[in-house]
């Protein structure tokens, strides 16, 4: 099962790179259109066409990453409290949520600088709030939440011994709950009774996640006992993976047109949190199925937070390069998406193997995390 998972962690960190490119390639479509047709920008003539269509496809077959991450965190969690133990040590946590902060934080300065050198400007304060928030590039508001799901491990742990199903109500109560907010946001409806606790949509935090953590405690702690259920409902599990992959590309078309507006940014739906789930559950429950390239993905899974780290920055600069070098490439979703894949995964993965050769090896960890 280890195995498994390390597999499933190199697989989410490869579908969040493809997520992070086809978002690029969103803004090469509709933002950046003036570099390689003579029209003025935002232009959305292309929404609705088949390369549209692809780039959503590709999007949504891989929203089920962040809540694989989270999922197979909170399995590790799990093996690491140990058969015998009510709760994982404090000792564990601290050393793990360490270990995810500080490249976090060197790879936001460094971002940060790069910013600076190109001419923003920030003060200290608003510095400081981008690091802890994850705002310093999109991707990174991951980062905070999973040191936020560690430091909850103790507390949750615990229930998912004695009471896994409250556990598991509770958290998709309260993660449903921020769904639930996204779409109102989504289609400009006003929170109403909500508004007092509108903070806890905010993406850097917990409540927004928890019910994937929580998950993975669960199945790490009652593993054997799910296997043969997970086994009998299989197939099952295989159509809905089908059916709600179906429905989030409608449910998306019908949100955008709800909202009145040209384009939003993705957000995650209830739709896409079943669709998740099904996809979790269906790669457990074929345990005879060996998947493709199963020593190469495992290599990623285990190196998936150093990628995660340096994959944002190479994704925007290289789509930068392309718009000011070569934006006729921006026209070619074909040619552009594969580029941004192979740049998004090989130089994370060339610069770690540098490190990891170099004088600088000690300080591998500090960098890419353990």
Same mark, same amino acid.
């Given at each position: 099962m280890i195995k498994r998972l390390l597999y499933l962690n190199g697989l989410a960190v490869m579908t969040v790179i493809l997520y992070h490119a086809s978002a690029w390639g969103f803004i090469s479509m509709f933002f950046w259109t003036d570099r390689y047709r003579e029209v003025s920008v935002?232009?959305?003539?292309?929404?609705?066409?088949?390369? +549209? +269509? %692809?780039?959503?496809? *590709?999007?949504? *077959? !891989? $929203?089920?990453?962040?809540?694989?991450?989270?999922?197979? &965190?909170?399995?590790?969690?799990?093996?690491?409290?140990?058969?015998?133990?009510?709760? *994982? &040590?404090?000792?564990i946590v601290l050393n793990r949520a360490k270990n995810l902060f500080i490249p976090f934080l060197i790879w936001s300065l460094v971002i940060l600088s790069l910013k600076i050198i190109q001419g923003e400007r920030y003060d200290i304060l608003e510095m400081v709030s981008m690091v802890l928030q994850g705002r310093v590039t999109d991707a990174y508001y991951f980062v905070p939440v999973l040191i936020?799901?560690?430091?909850?491990?103790?507390?949750?742990v615990p229930l998912a011994r004695r009471n896994w199903k409250l556990l598991l109500f509770f958290s998709a109560l309260l993660q449903g709950l921020v769904v639930f907010m996204r779409y109102q946001i989504l289609l400009g409806i006003e929170p109403g009774l909500l508004a007092p606790i509108g903070f806890i949509s905010r993406s850097w935090l917990f409540p927004g996640f928890i019910f994937w953590f929580? @998950?993975? @405690?669960? #199945?790490? @702690?009652?593993?054997?006992?799910?296997?043969?259920?997970? +086994?009998? !409902?299989?197939?099952?599990?295989?159509?809905?993976?089908?059916?709600?992959?179906?429905?989030?590309?409608?449910?998306?078309?019908? *949100?955008?047109? =709800?909202?009145?507006?040209?384009? $939003? %940014?993705?957000?995650?739906?209830?739709?896409d949190q079943v669709y998740a789930l099904f996809f979790i559950f269906?790669?457990? =429950?074929?345990?005879?199925?060996?998947?493709?390239?199963?020593n190469q993905v495992e290599s990623l899974g285990k190196r998936s937070y150093g990628i995660y780290?340096?994959?944002?920055?190479?994704?925007?600069?290289?789509?930068?390069? #392309? +718009?000011?070098?070569?934006?006729?490439?921006? %026209?070619?979703?074909?040619? @552009?998406?594969?580029?941004?894949?192979?740049? %998004?995964?090989?130089l994370p993965l060339l610069l770690m193997a540098i490190i990891n050769r170099s004088a600088l090896r000690k300080n591998y960890h500090l960098l890419f995390g353990k």
């Open positions: 935002p232009n959305f003539d292309q929404l609705g066409g088949l390369t +549209y +269509y %692809g780039l959503r496809a *590709i999007e949504q *077959i !891989v $929203i089920y990453g962040i809540p694989t991450f989270l999922f197979v &965190s909170g399995f590790f969690v799990a093996i690491s409290t140990g058969r015998t133990q009510e709760t *994982i &040590s404090w000792k936020q799901m560690y430091l909850l491990a103790p507390f949750l929580s @998950l993975g @405690l669960v #199945v790490g @702690l009652n593993v054997e006992v799910l296997k043969p259920v997970l +086994y009998r !409902v299989r197939w099952w599990l295989l159509s809905g993976v089908i059916l709600f992959f179906v429905l989030g590309m409608v449910e998306w078309e019908l *949100i955008l047109q =709800a909202s009145g507006k040209d384009w $939003i %940014g993705p957000r995650e739906t209830f739709v269906t790669f457990l =429950a074929f345990p005879d199925f060996t998947p493709p390239l199963p780290l340096v994959h944002s920055p190479v994704l925007e600069y290289t789509a930068r390069g #392309v +718009y000011h070098l070569a934006p006729v490439l921006l %026209g070619y979703q074909i040619v @552009l998406q594969p580029l941004l894949y192979l740049t %998004g995964l090989g």
